[in-house]
């Protein structure tokens, strides 16, 4: 069968109104905006209101990438929403979206993978695009991090943040679009990041709910240096497979965890500073939503542009990761 190349023809992002500040978090928990932005690089995040929920952030996000691809919703055949914060169990968020969209051509998923999960959605649905099972997708990567955040928790409530970016996928012309990509999973890390209550293990009782356990859990520092290793050695891997050295990388698309995980990784690649993307200290830790959040941008501001070949890495709870090389 002859094998069609998939790429992103257009993007969208959306984020809540709401803003935290490190100065209203200084009001919260014992911490500092000095502790905070020397440590994570993370100034304010965005905060869905109490009435604002996932979906809302994914719809809108991916109501903008359709607009900028010129396609209508009933064009979409797969709707991947990635996301650790669904609007509820049941449906899937994928499937409100795609009633809140009207794309009744599409069927509606949720990848739950972390801060991975958009690089999880993007990896799938270019198998089925270059195979000719499908035509277009939405990707979507939307998240209200911040309802499942313990604000008693100073080590994990600094972090985490809310918004939702959206990538239609189609086909495109050769030597365009994903050249590569790849993810992974080790899950005997699970205790790293992880939110214990809430699901068949540990369903929700007064008990779960007084032992806090349906906030997330993290052990922050082992993570750090997993994440580091894990982005630095797959994006190495996929700009290998994509026949490109990373001389050929102009821009590189980290998940946005901590501005010290950034800089590691990219002083481990061996890319200069000014290649690489941050927006952490405006949106903090937005999980699935961060990478596609911070493509949009980059496609608004011109940093990517026709022709533009881009590297993105992702690592998050499970622990999953991944990598992703494509030309614009
Ligand atoms: N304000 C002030 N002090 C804080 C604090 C806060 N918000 N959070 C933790 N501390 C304290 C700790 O209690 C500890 O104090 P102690 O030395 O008296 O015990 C000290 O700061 C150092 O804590 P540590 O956890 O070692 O700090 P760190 O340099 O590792 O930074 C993180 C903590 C969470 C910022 C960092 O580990 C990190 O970003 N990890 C990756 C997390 C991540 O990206 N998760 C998502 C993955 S997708």
């Known amino acids: ?19 935290l500040t490190n100065a209203d978090l200084e009001k919260i928990v014992e911490t500092s ?26 719809t809108e996000a991916a109501k903008r990438a359709l607009e900028k691809a010129g396609l209508r919703p009933e064009d979409i055949e797969l709707i991947v929403c990635a996301t650790t914060t669904p609007d509820q169990i049941l449906p899937c968020t994928g499937a409100i979206i795609q009633a809140q969209l009207g794309a009744h051509n599409a069927a509606g998923m949720d990848v739950f993978a972390a801060c991975s999960g958009f690089l999880y959605g993007i990896t799938m649905v270019e198998s089925m695009i270059r195979t000719g099972q499908i035509k277009y997708a939405l990707v979507i990567g939307a998240e209200v991090l911040t309802k499942y955040v313990d604000y008693t928790d100073r080590g994990t409530c600094i972090l985490f943040g809310d918004g939702a970016g959206a990538a239609v996928l189609g086909p495109v012309p050769e030597d365009k679009g994903i050249l590569a990509t790849k993810i992974r999973s080790d899950g005997r890390f ?5 939110c214990p209550g809430g699901g068949t293990k540990y369903g929700t009782t007064h008990e779960t709910i007084d032992k806090r356990m349906h906030y997330f859990k993290m ?11 894990s982005m630095a050695e797959i994006s190495a891997e996929m700009i290998e497979k994509a026949g490109l050295a990373v001389n050929d990388i102009d821009l590189v698309i980290p998940h946005q965890a901590n ?5 590691a990784v990219a002083s481990r690649l061996g890319v200069p500073e000014e290649k690489v993307y941050s927006n952490i200290a405006m949106h903090g830790n937005t999980s699935s939503a961060s990478i ?10 011109g940093r990517i542009t026709e022709g533009t070949t881009v590297l993105l890495t992702a690592f998050g709870g499970g622990v999953t990761w991944g990598g992703t090389v494509l030309r614009f």
């Open 33 to 58: 905006d000095e502790w905070i932005t020397t440590r994570t690089g993370i100034k304010q995040r965005h905060k869905a209101a109490e009435n604002e929920y996932t979906s809302m952030f994914g």
């Open 259 to 263: 501005q010290r995980i950034t800089d």
């Open 219 to 229: 052990k922050g520092n082992e993570l750090f240096k997993v994440a580091v290793r």
């Open 190 to 194: 699970e205790e790293q990041l992880y």
């Open 292 to 301: 596609p959040i911070a493509m949009d941008e980059c496609i608004e501001s």
């Open 1 to 19: 069968m002859a094998s069609q190349n998939a790429g992103i023809i257009g993007m969208g992002h959306s984020y809540p109104e709401g803003i």
